[in-house]
């Protein structure tokens, strides 16, 4: 089992950054992989960005360039830095995480960004 939890959700200016964490616990030492989505009102869950333990990324097509996913030195927090934000980036942002053995999956319960003039 893990539990994530993610912080820094905001709301921001057209054209700002905004960094988003996702701090997990429990059985942190078996995660294969961290990822954000998000969900924006009306529609469905969309992925956003992902990192696995080797550190490669990988990104959808609307954040590439926008977006930057890591993690921290211990492989534990999850970090999200947008910049240039966009009306159309607001959304609830969830933490997702994949089991290494049994490709378990667990969510946070997200954090909302509201990007607003």
């Known amino acids: 089992q893990v539990q994530l939890v993610e912080s820094g959700g905001a709301v921001v200016q057209p054209g700002e950054s905004l960094r988003l964490s996702c701090t997990p616990s429990?059985?942190?030492?078996?995660?294969?992989?961290m990822a954000w989505y998000r969900q924006a009102p009306g529609k469905k869950r969309e992925w956003v960005a992902r990192i696995w333990n080797s550190g490669s990324t990988n990104y959808g097509n609307a954040m590439k360039g926008r977006f930057t996913v890591s993690r921290d030195s211990a492989k534990s927090t999850l970090f999200l830095q947008m910049s240039n934000l966009k009306p159309e980036d607001t959304a609830i942002y969830f933490c997702?995480?994949?089991?290494?053995?049994?490709?378990?999956?667990?969510w946070g319960q997200g954090t909302q960004v509201t990007v607003s003039s």
């Open positions: 997702n995480v994949v089991m290494r053995e049994t490709m378990q999956q667990f």
């Open positions: 429990g059985n942190i030492y078996e995660i294969s992989s």
